[in-house]
């Protein structure tokens, strides 16, 4: 059963930096690339970031190039998402999630290419 768990969130003033971690179990790892969403009340979900298997390449979202990064180790079955620079537009609850992928596949972006979710993590940036 894949299990994906995200932790970090919390609240922070506009201009500081939080660390998302995302733990993965009961899946290749490896094979996953995997993606960071987001959703703010009344919004859809929306795309933040992605990098893939080997974590060699990373996609962003519009809103978030320049701040975020987003980073892997497979050896602990962990991916990150740094955030700096945050403000008030990017309070959500984040997502983490899971897209089973062949090698050399481009980054995906939409949702519902992604098999597994975790269950949240709020952020929350005051001006």
């Known amino acids: 059963q894949v299990q994906l768990v995200e932790s970090g969130g919390g609240s922070v003033q506009a201009g500081g930096s939080l660390r998302l971690s995302c733990a993965a179990s009961?899946?290749?790892?490896?094979?996953?690339?995997m993606g960071w969403f987001r959703q703010a009340p009344g919004k859809e979900r929306e795309f933040v970031a992605a990098t893939s298997g080997n974590g060699l390449r990373s996609i962003f979202g519009d809103a978030v190039k320049g701040r975020f990064t987003i980073s892997r180790d497979n050896g602990k079955n962990t991916v990150w998402l740094q955030m700096n620079g945050l403000k008030p537009e990017d309070t959500a609850v984040y997502y983490c999630a899971a897209d089973f992928q062949l090698s050399g596949v481009a980054l995906r972006t939409p949702s519902d290419e992604y098999e597994a979710w975790g269950q949240g993590t709020q952020v929350t940036v005051s001006s």
């Open positions: 009961g899946l290749s790892f490896r094979r996953y690339a």
